[in-house]
C-alpha cells in the first residue's frame, strides 16, 4: 500500500474516532440543576428549572414527590407543576446519564 492511501486511512479511522467518541461523550453527560424560580411556591405551580444535560429527563421530584406533569423545553431548562403534596425541600431531574440535585431548597 502506497503512503498516501495508508495516509488517508490512517486519517479518516482518527476522524471516525474521534467522532464517535463525541457522540458517546454527549450521551453520558451528567444533568445539573443551576437554579430555578420561583423559589416558593404552592402545589399547583409551575416551576422552572435550569441547568445544563436536561434533555431526555425521565422524572422530576420535589424533595422525592413526583412533578403533577413536567415539560423538557431544551437540554437547558425543563418547567414542572409542584404535586399536591409536596414538601420543602430539594428538586431533582433524573435523566439516563444520572439524577441532578439542586443546591438549595424549594419552599412550599
Request: hydrophobic share 45%; net charge positive.
Amino acid at each position: 500500500m502506497n503512503t498516501h492511501i495508508r495516509t488517508v486511512l490512517g486519517a479518516l479511522a482518527l476522524t471516525v474516532a474521534l467522532a464517535v467518541s463525541a457522540s458517546a461523550f454527549a450521551a453520558t453527560a451528567t444533568p445539573t440543576i443551576t437554579s430555578f424560580a420561583p423559589l416558593t411556591a404552592k402545589a399547583g405551580v409551575t416551576v422552572t428549572i435550569t441547568g445544563k444535560n436536561l434533555k431526555g429527563a425521565s422524572a422530576v421530584d420535589f424533595d422525592g414527590m413526583k412533578a403533577t406533569s413536567f415539560k423538557v423545553a431544551s437540554a437547558t431548562k425543563i418547567t414542572a407543576m409542584v404535586p399536591t403534596k409536596a414538601k420543602s425541600g430539594k428538586i431533582t431531574v433524573t435523566t439516563k446519564s444520572g439524577t441532578a440535585t439542586s443546591s438549595s431548597s424549594f419552599k412550599v
